[in-house]
C-alpha cells in the first residue's frame, strides 16, 4: 500500500509540479481571446463553465481505456503502475495539453491542420485521411460493448442489434447538434458517476490493504506467456489511455472551442489526463487486490471480458449501488467517446474542406458520409477491428508528439519535453507494429512462418526513433538564429 500512496501522490504533485512547468514553457496566457470569444457559432464554439469542459474531456479522452485497460495492462506487473505514472505526467498529459494549447492558438483547429503546420503539407493530408477514419473506427468499435451489456441487462426482446440501432442514433444526435445541448447536459452527469465511483473504489482499497502487493515485491512480467508478451513494447500500447493516447489529441481540439481563457488549458487538458491516470491505477491496484493477486487475476479474468470483473469489484465493494454506478460506467464510457469520436470526425472533414458548422445542412453533408462509412465498418469482425485499433491510435500520438517538438523548437522553447517522449513512443508503435501479431506479422507470417523476431522489431523501432531525430536535428540547423516563423517538412 505505501507504493499506491506514493505513486497516487507522485500522479497529484505531477499536475501541480510539472503541469505548471509544462504551462510556462508554452506561455499560457490568460489575457489572450481564446476561439470561442471571437468566433462562438453556438454549436461548435460555445463557451461553457470550466467543470462542465473538464467533464466532458475527462469522459471524452476516457472511455474503457483506465479502467479495462489497466485491469487488462496491469498482468505485465508491476512496471504497469510505473507507466501509468510517468507516462501521464510525463508524456500524457503534455501530449493532451500541448495539443488544446496548439488548437487555442489556431483558432480551434483539428489535430491533422495542427500536425500540417508543423510537419508539412504531405503530411497534412494524409493526417487527414488517417485522423478521420480513425474516429469513425472508434465510433464503430465503442458500439459493441454497451450493446452487448445492455442486451444482457434488458429483455430478449431488446436484443444486441436493437441497442446498436438505438446507440448509433444517438451517435448521430451527438454529432449534428450543438455541443451544449446533449453533451454539455449528460457528460456532467456520467463523468461524476465514474469519478465516484473511483473514489469509492480507491476508499475500499485502503480497507483491504493488507491484500494490496507492493510494487517492489514480484517485479515481472506476469503474463502467462512473458516471450510473447514482452514489456516493451506490448504493455506501452496496452495500456495508452492511462498513460498516452492518441486518441486524445483529436478531442482536445474540441474543447478548445468552448474554453473561455486559456488559465483554464491546464486543469481541463493536463487535470483531465492525471485524472485518467488515477483512475487507471485505482483500477489496476483494485484488479490485483481483488483477485488476490497476479495469479487471481489471472484465473478470474480467464477467458472473459474485464466487464465481469469491474461488476465483481464495485458490487462486492461498492454494494447495489456499486454495482449500478459499475454498469453505468462501463455502459457510459465507451458512449461518451465514440459519440464525440464522429463529431470529431465531422470536425476534421469540416476543417479541411473549409467548410463552416452553422448551418445544418452544413453539417448533414459532412455527416451523413460519415455515418454511411461507420456503418459499413460496424459490419466487420468486432475483434478485427479492435486488434488494429491499438496501434493505429499509438501512431497518431506519435506525430502529435513530433509535430508539437517541432512547433517548440521553433517558437525557441524547450522542446526536450516533448522530444523524449516522441522518441520513445515512435520506438514503442513501430516495434510493436513490427514484432505484435496484428502488426505486419499478419502479413509477413504468410511468407515468414515464424515471425518477425523480437530483437529484429525492436531494432526496427529504434532505427525509426533515430531517423526522426536525426531529421528533427536537421531541421534544427535551418532554424535563424532569432525566433522567427518557419515550418518543416518531413516529407
Same mark, same amino acid.
Given at each position: 500500500?505505501?507504493?499506491?500512496?506514493?505513486?497516487?501522490?507522485?500522479?497529484?504533485?505531477?499536475?501541480?509540479?510539472?503541469?505548471?512547468?509544462?504551462?510556462?514553457?508554452?506561455?499560457?496566457?490568460?489575457?489572450?481571446?481564446?476561439?470561442?470569444?471571437?468566433?462562438?457559432?453556438?454549436?461548435?464554439?460555445?463557451?461553457?463553465?470550466?467543470?462542465?469542459?473538464? +467533464?466532458?474531456?475527462?469522459?471524452? $479522452?476516457?472511455? /474503457?481505456? !483506465?479502467? =479495462? &485497460?489497466?485491469?487488462?495492462?496491469? *498482468?505485465?506487473?508491476?512496471?504497469?503502475?510505473?507507466?501509468?505514472?510517468?507516462?501521464?505526467?510525463?508524456?500524457?498529459?503534455?501530449?493532451?495539453?500541448?495539443?488544446?494549447?496548439?488548437?487555442?492558438?489556431?483558432?480551434?483547429?483539428?489535430?491533422?491542420?495542427?500536425?500540417?503546420?508543423?510537419?508539412?503539407?504531405?503530411?497534412?493530408?494524409?493526417?487527414?485521411?488517417?485522423?478521420?477514419?480513425?474516429?469513425?473506427?472508434?465510433?464503430?468499435?465503442?458500439?459493441?460493448?454497451?450493446?452487448?451489456?445492455?442486451?444482457?441487462?434488458?429483455?430478449?426482446?431488446?436484443?444486441?442489434?436493437?441497442?446498436?440501432?438505438?446507440?448509433?442514433?444517438?451517435?448521430?444526435?451527438?454529432?449534428? +447538434?450543438?455541443?451544449?445541448?446533449? $453533451?454539455?447536459? /449528460?457528460? !456532467?452527469? =456520467? &463523468?461524476?458517476?465514474?469519478?465516484? *465511483?473511483?473514489?469509492?473504489?480507491?476508499?475500499?482499497?485502503?480497507?483491504?490493504?493488507?491484500?494490496?502487493?507492493?510494487?517492489?515485491?514480484?517485479?515481472?512480467?506476469?503474463?502467462?506467456?512473458?516471450?510473447?508478451?514482452?514489456?516493451?513494447?506490448?504493455?506501452?500500447?496496452?495500456?495508452?489511455?492511462?498513460?498516452?493516447?492518441?486518441?486524445?489529441?483529436?478531442?482536445?481540439?474540441?474543447?478548445?472551442?468552448?474554453?473561455?481563457?486559456?488559465?483554464?488549458?491546464?486543469?481541463?487538458?493536463?487535470?483531465?489526463?492525471?485524472?485518467?491516470?488515477?483512475?487507471?491505477?485505482?483500477?489496476?491496484?483494485?484488479?490485483?487486490?481483488?483477485?488476490?493477486?497476479?495469479?487471481?487475476?489471472?484465473?478470474?479474468?480467464?477467458?472473459?471480458?474485464?466487464?465481469?470483473?469491474?461488476?465483481?469489484?464495485?458490487?462486492?465493494?461498492?454494494?447495489?449501488?456499486?454495482?449500478?454506478?459499475?454498469?453505468?460506467?462501463?455502459?457510459?464510457?465507451?458512449?461518451?467517446?465514440?459519440?464525440?469520436?464522429?463529431?470529431?470526425?465531422?470536425?476534421?472533414?469540416?476543417?479541411?474542406?473549409?467548410?463552416?458548422?452553422?448551418?445544418?445542412?452544413?453539417?448533414?453533408?459532412?455527416?451523413?458520409?460519415?455515418?454511411?462509412?461507420?456503418?459499413?465498418?460496424?459490419?466487420?469482425?468486432?475483434?478485427?477491428?479492435?486488434?488494429?485499433?491499438?496501434?493505429?491510435?499509438?501512431?497518431?500520438?506519435?506525430?502529435?508528439?513530433?509535430?508539437?517538438?517541432?512547433?517548440?523548437?521553433?517558437?525557441?522553447?524547450?522542446?526536450?519535453?516533448?522530444?523524449?517522449?516522441?522518441?520513445?513512443?515512435?520506438?514503442?508503435?513501430?516495434?510493436?507494429?513490427?514484432?505484435?501479431?496484428?502488426?505486419?506479422?499478419?502479413?509477413?507470417?504468410?511468407?515468414?512462418?515464424?515471425?518477425?523476431?523480437?530483437?529484429?522489431?525492436?531494432?526496427?523501432?529504434?532505427?525509426?526513433?533515430?531517423?526522426?531525430?536525426?531529421?528533427?536535428?536537421?531541421?534544427?540547423?535551418?532554424?535563424?538564429?532569432?525566433?522567427?516563423?518557419?515550418?518543416?517538412?518531413?516529407?
Amino acid at each position: 500500500m505505501i507504493s499506491f500512496t506514493l505513486s497516487l501522490l507522485f500522479l497529484i504533485a505531477g499536475y501541480f509540479v510539472y503541469g505548471k512547468y509544462v504551462s510556462s514553457v508554452f506561455g499560457q496566457d490568460s489575457s489572450r481571446p481564446t476561439p470561442v470569444n471571437r468566433l462562438a457559432d453556438g454549436v461548435d464554439f460555445v463557451k461553457l463553465p470550466t467543470w462542465k469542459v473538464f +467533464l466532458i474531456q475527462f469522459l471524452n $479522452i476516457a472511455g /474503457l481505456g !483506465p479502467i =479495462f &485497460g489497466a485491469i487488462m495492462g496491469v *498482468m505485465f506487473g508491476p512496471a504497469a503502475f510505473l507507466w501509468i505514472v510517468f507516462g501521464t505526467i510525463f508524456a500524457g498529459a503534455v501530449h493532451d495539453y500541448m495539443a488544446g494549447m496548439l488548437s487555442l492558438r489556431r483558432d480551434g483547429a483539428s489535430l491533422p491542420e495542427i500536425v500540417g503546420d508543423n510537419l508539412g503539407s504531405g503530411i497534412k493530408n494524409a493526417m487527414r485521411v488517417f485522423s478521420l477514419l480513425l474516429m469513425i473506427l472508434v465510433g464503430a468499435v465503442f458500439v459493441y460493448n454497451p450493446a452487448d451489456l445492455l442486451a444482457m441487462l434488458t429483455p430478449d426482446h431488446l436484443d444486441k442489434m436493437f441497442w446498436i440501432v438505438v446507440i448509433f442514433a444517438y451517435y448521430m444526435l451527438a454529432t449534428l +447538434l450543438p455541443i451544449d445541448k446533449l $453533451i454539455g447536459k /449528460l457528460y !456532467p452527469l =456520467f &463523468g461524476i458517476a465514474l469519478l465516484f *465511483m473511483a473514489v469509492g473504489i480507491l476508499t475500499m482499497l485502503y480497507a483491504h490493504a493488507a491484500d494490496m502487493p507492493e510494487i517492489w515485491s514480484d517485479f515481472y512480467n506476469h503474463k502467462a506467456d512473458p516471450e510473447a508478451n514482452p514489456i516493451f513494447p506490448m504493455m506501452f500500447v496496452s495500456i495508452a489511455c492511462g498513460a498516452i493516447s492518441g486518441f486524445h489529441a483529436t478531442q482536445s481540439p474540441m474543447m478548445a472551442r468552448c474554453l473561455d481563457n486559456e488559465r483554464h488549458a491546464r486543469p481541463v487538458f493536463y487535470g483531465a489526463m492525471v485524472t485518467e491516470g488515477i483512475v487507471a491505477l485505482v483500477w489496476a491496484a483494485a484488479a490485483i487486490t481483488f483477485t488476490g493477486g497476479y495469479d487471481g487475476l489471472e484465473n478470474t479474468l480467464g477467458g472473459s471480458s474485464p466487464a465481469v470483473l469491474v461488476n465483481l469489484i464495485s458490487r462486492s465493494w461498492l454494494g447495489t449501488f456499486g454495482g449500478i454506478l459499475a454498469i453505468l460506467g462501463v455502459i457510459a464510457a465507451p458512449i461518451t467517446s465514440g459519440d464525440t469520436a464522429l463529431r470529431s470526425a465531422r470536425l476534421i472533414a469540416a476543417d479541411f474542406m473549409g467548410t463552416g458548422q452553422k448551418s445544418i445542412s452544413k453539417r448533414l453533408m459532412i455527416s451523413i458520409p460519415i455515418f454511411a462509412v461507420c456503418f459499413i465498418i460496424m459490419l466487420l469482425p468486432y475483434e478485427a477491428l479492435w486488434r488494429y485499433f491499438a496501434w493505429c491510435n499509438q501512431v497518431l500520438s506519435v506525430f502529435t508528439l513530433w509535430a508539437i517538438t517541432v512547433y517548440l523548437a521553433r517558437e525557441r522553447k524547450a522542446y526536450v519535453i516533448t522530444l523524449v517522449p516522441a522518441m520513445f513512443m515512435t520506438a514503442v508503435t513501430v516495434t510493436y507494429i513490427f514484432y505484435a501479431p496484428e502488426g505486419l506479422p499478419s502479413i509477413t507470417n504468410l511468407i515468414w512462418q515464424e515471425g518477425i523476431p523480437y530483437l529484429a522489431a525492436s531494432g526496427a523501432g529504434i532505427a525509426v526513433s533515430g531517423i526522426f531525430l536525426y531529421l528533427f536535428g536537421r531541421y534544427l540547423q535551418t532554424l535563424p538564429a532569432p525566433a522567427t516563423a518557419g515550418q518543416a517538412s518531413f516529407d
